[in-house]
């Protein structure tokens, strides 16, 4: 039981590439949240999916898309990167009418120049 | 938007002091989550929070839900190095999505 992973661990893009984060969990979990996390400002919420084949926007969704690929995998795609997205991004899922607990994989942390 | 307010930013302490953190925020919520990030990892729950004036341990660490709903504390006791990390408040505004809103994190040091 992995948990929830990600994929890559690190990545560097120049200004204007795109790229795919991908998330997938293994605890059978409706909800799947992305985060992105700077210096001093915590945790904050960029897409989520309540459930397989729903997505919705967050607090910061600019210059993001995201794509629930079935139960497992919730992808967070960056068409094309900007310097402000450099940041550590978590991927989290928690299982619908269960707690309030979300579970968090070990982070991408991302790179723009 | 929701404002949560999480103090101290960062403490600086000696191996076996006692630490405290607490977190306020502008309206009153159902449930207070405290979560701890060691360097490089996610984000880890340590103790949830469903009622006001709830006071819950885990180990050496001890939460409280304010009575107002609006303020929960977090106290570790007799701090060792591996406490180490950044400790998050977070809150549940309710909802069937389930989302978070999160404190911006209090940096915690341990000197041997």
């Known amino acids: 039981n992995a948990g929830v992973t990600q994929t890559p661990k690190f990545q560097v893009l120049k200004t204007g590439q795109s790229m795919t984060l991908q998330c997938a969990q293994d605890?059978?979990?409706?909800?799947m949240y992305w985060y992105r996390q700077d210096p001093g400002m915590g945790l904050r919420l960029i897409y989520y999916?309540?459930?397989?084949?729903?997505?919705d926007k967050g607090e910061v969704p600019n210059g993001y898309n995201v794509s629930r690929l079935n139960k497992r995998e919730f992808s967070l795609r960056l068409e094309s990167a900007a310097p402000s997205q450099t940041s550590v991004y978590f991927c989290a899922s928690r299982r619908t009418g269960g707690s309030d607990e979300q579970f968090f994989g070990p982070g991408t942390r991302l790179t723009v120049l | 938007g929701q404002q949560l307010n999480q103090s101290p930013q960062s403490m600086f302490i000696q191996e076996g002091e006692d630490v405290s953190m607490n977190c306020t925020s502008s309206?009153?919520?159902?449930?207070w989550l405290w979560y701890k990030q060691e360097p490089g990892e996610g984000p880890v729950l340590l103790i949830a929070?469903?009622?006001?004036?709830e006071l819950t341990s885990n180990g050496r660490l001890t939460a409280q839900f304010g009575i107002t709903r609006k303020d929960s504390f977090l106290n570790i006791s007799a701090s060792i190095p591996s406490d180490v990390g950044i400790y998050f408040c977070?809150?549940?505004?309710?909802?069937?999505?389930?989302?978070?809103?999160f404190g911006k994190g209090t940096k915690l040091s341990v000197k041997p």
């Open positions: 605890m059978n979990h409706n909800s």
């Open positions: 999916s309540a459930s397989e084949g729903t997505t």
């Open positions: 977070a809150l549940s505004p309710g909802g069937s999505q389930g989302n978070l809103i």
């Open positions: 929070l469903y009622k006001a004036g």
């Open positions: 309206s009153i919520f159902n449930t």
